[in-house]
């Protein structure tokens, strides 16, 4: 299967947001997987966390494509911080 693969590292903050929508959704809209290597994350906003759960459900729903987030310890703690254990499934640190 294609896939698309997205890096998010440093800070990302709603300035990414948007463009990482229309990243995603093109993906999506090619039935493409999405891996997303956030391993050298060091900081995400929460419109970035909103945007990692909107994209794992509509990945849900859509039953052809698959995620999986390579995770680092920030993301995990963003994770555990704002409640988002939907994310925890996707998120591996390595």
Do not use: P
Request: include cysteine.
């Amino acid at each position: 299967m294609a896939q698309k693969d997205v890096s998010l590292s440093g800070v990302v903050t709603i300035a990414k947001a948007e463009a990482l929508h229309h990243e995603f959704e093109a993906a999506m809209l090619d039935g493409l997987s999405i891996n997303i290597d956030a391993s050298e994350l060091e900081r995400a906003d929460t419109s970035i966390m909103q945007l990692l759960c909107t994209l794992k459900k509509q990945m849900q729903q859509s039953n052809m494509q698959s995620l999986s987030i390579k995770g680092s310890d920030a993301l995990d703690q963003y994770i555990r911080l704002l409640g988002l254990d939907e994310l925890k499934e996707f998120s591996t640190v390595q």
